[in-house]
C-alpha cells in the first residue's frame, strides 16, 4: 500500500551506470504522464524508493487485471468487436499522448498493455524505460519483441513514431485472432530477413471487417513513411466504433455529420465479424518454442540483414503488398 493505495512495486537491481541510466529515463518518463489534469492511458508514477540493499523501487499504479494475453484468455467470450474498438481507442490515446511530447515507446507489444480492472476494460501503457525523445535515442541497441519492432528499426535505422504505429499494427492483429503474431515461426534471423523483406501475419478475412484490416495494414506498411500516425488512427477506429454502435441520430450527434452508406457499410462488416466470432470460439494453437514474446536484445539476429530488402527469405510465406492498401483507408473530415 502507498498512501492508502494499493499498488505495483518495479524492483531494479542497478549494478551499472548503464542501468541507473534506465532507470533514471524510466522514472522520467512516467512522471511526465503522472501529474496531469486529465485521464491518461499511462501508467502513473506515485514515487520511487530505495530499499535496504540499495535496490531502486518505482511505485506504479496497480493494474489488477493484467495484462493483455491474461486479459483476452479471461474474457474472450465476451470479446466483441465493440469491446475491442474501445481498447484500441484506449491504447492509441495513449500513444497519442506519447507522440505529442516528441517522444517514442520503442517496446510496444501486448505485454505492456494492462488493464486496471479485472472486469472492466479500462487500458493503460505500461514500461517505459525504453522511452525516448525522437532524436536522441541510442539507436545501436535493438531491443524488445521481435514480431512488433519495425523492419526499418530491425535494419538498424532511426527509431521514429512510425516504428511505434507498426507495434500498433501488430496489436491490431492480436485483437482481432486472439494470437501473437509469427506465434508458429521461431523469432531468429530468419523471421528477421523476412519481416525486411515485407512478410506480415496471415489473418482469414472472415474474422475481421475489411475497413480494420485495411487499417492494420497500413499501420504495417514496409515504408514508414506510408504509415498513418496517432491522431489518424484515433479518429478513424472511433469512426468505426460509432458507425457501430449508433443509429442515424445519435451518429450525427456524436459525429457532427450525416450517417452515410459508407458507415452502414462499416456497420455492416463489424456486424458479420461478430456474429463469425460467436460461431468460431478461439482455438489454443500450440506457439513455436522458439516464439519469444518477453523483450531482449535483437542485435544477434540483425547483423547480417540486408539494407535494400532483397534478401533471402522463406518462400513459403507470403509477402504483402504495400500498395493495395496505401490509399484504401479513407479520413474523414469531422469539421
Keep these: 500500500m502507498w498512501n492508502n493505495k494499493k499498488v505495483a512495486l518495479k524492483c531494479l537491481h542497478i549494478n551499472s551506470h548503464n542501468l541507473i541510466d534506465e532507470f533514471l529515463n524510466e522514472v522520467s518518463a512516467y512522471s511526465a504522464y503522472s501529474n496531469q489534469d486529465f485521464s491518461s492511458n499511462i501508467l502513473k508514477l506515485y514515487g520511487i524508493s530505495q530499499k535496504d540493499t540499495e535496490n531502486y523501487v518505482i511505485v506504479l499504479e496497480y493494474a489488477e487485471g493484467g495484462n493483455f494475453n491474461d486479459y483476452l484468455y479471461r474474457n474472450y467470450k465476451k470479446f466483441n468487436w465493440l469491446n475491442r474498438l474501445q481498447i484500441l481507442i484506449d491504447i492509441i490515446r495513449g500513444l497519442k499522448e506519447i507522440h505529442q511530447k516528441r517522444m517514442v515507446h520503442r517496446d510496444f507489444h501486448i505485454g505492456n498493455i494492462l488493464f486496471k480492472y479485472i472486469k472492466y476494460n479500462d ?61 508458429d515461426h521461431a523469432h531468429d534471423n530468419l523471421l528477421a530477413l523476412n519481416i525486411c523483406n515485407g512478410i506480415r501475419p496471415e489473418i482469414d478475412k472472415s474474422k475481421a471487417p475489411k475497413c480494420y484490416i485495411d487499417l492494420m495494414k497500413s499501420c504495417w506498411n514496409s515504408n514508414p513513411k506510408n504509415r498513418p500516425d496517432a491522431t489518424k488512427i484515433e479518429e478513424l477506429i472511433c469512426l468505426f466504433r460509432y458507425s457501430y454502435m449508433l443509429d442515424a441520430s445519435e451518429f450525427k450527434l456524436n459525429m457532427k455529420v450525416k450517417k452515410e452508406q459508407q458507415h452502414y457499410e462499416i456497420e455492416k462488416q463489424f456486424k458479420e465479424a461478430d456474429e463469425y466470432r460467436k460461431a468460431n470460439p478461439l482455438l489454443i494453437k500450440t506457439t513455436h518454442p522458439q516464439a519469444i514474446y518477453t523483450s531482449r536484445l535483437l542485435n544477434p539476429f540483425t547483423g547480417d540483414l540486408p539494407e535494400d530488402d532483397k534478401g533471402v527469405g522463406d518462400d513459403s510465406l507470403v509477402k504483402c503488398d504495400d500498395n493495395m492498401y496505401n490509399n484504401s483507408v479513407e479520413i474523414t473530415d469531422f469539421s
Design 123 to 183: 487500458t493503460y501503457i505500461s514500461d517505459m524505460g525504453l522511452c525516448g525523445e525522437v532524436g536522441n535515442i541510442d539507436e545501436t541497441k535493438i531491443y524488445g519483441v521481435m514480431p512488433y519492432v519495425a523492419p526499418e528499426v530491425l535494419k538498424g535505422k532511426n527509431y521514429t513514431q512510425a516504428a511505434d504505429i507498426y507495434s500498433f499494427a501488430m496489436i491490431m492483429y492480436f485483437i482481432a485472432t486472439g494470437r501473437q503474431p509469427f506465434a
